[in-house]
């Protein structure tokens, strides 16, 4: 099953915290895609302990980075896949692996004719799409028991490339 819940006044962090809490007390679900975020927030705390919260249910938060290439949230939490874009790639199943970074994977996020309900196909492109491609790989591969580290493990074992950042937290 699929669940859509959308925010159609989107306009803070409240809403997307408020949305995230209402899937976690009404909705039994194995993948949250969070197809936006925020770059700047007087409740990055909240965010993050209602992300974690999900987490540790046993659910998969799946968030798009921001397309101007800024850190946003909840995708740079650590208890969260994030993803983004990246052109190069050719096929919505190909993605890439980031290591010690808040990128977590980068995936197809060119223009993409897509198909909307009830409308025609639409070209669009960012890492909102790349993120869906992300979920639906996830979705259709993990059927068993998922859960944050054994999605990562998935999407590293299948990954096209593998990149390593090096660690922010050492000085080597």
Known sequence: KIHIVKLFEYQDDKCLIA????????????????SLGVKTSDNLDELYNICAEITKMGIVIVSAFDNEGCH??????????????????????E??????SPINIFAKGNV????????KNLLIGGSSISCAHITAILS???ENEINLRSALSYL???????YSTKNPEHND
């Not at 993605?95 to 010690?100: I, K, Q």
């Not at 993409?112 to 409308?119: A, L, P, T, V, W």
């Open 95 to 100: 993605f890439d692996f980031v290591e010690n």
């Open 140 to 142: 259709n591969e993990m």
């Open 156 to 162: 590293k074992s299948k990954s096209r490339y593998i």
């Open 72 to 93: 946003s949230y909840p995708a740079a939490f650590d208890c969260v896949i994030g993803v983004d874009n990246k052109n190069d790639l050719r096929h919505i199943s």
């Open 19 to 34: 949305a995230l809490k209402y899937v976690k007390d009404n909705i039994k679900c194995k993948i949250v895609n969070v």
């Open 112 to 119: 993409q004719r897509i198909s909307i309900q009830g409308e």
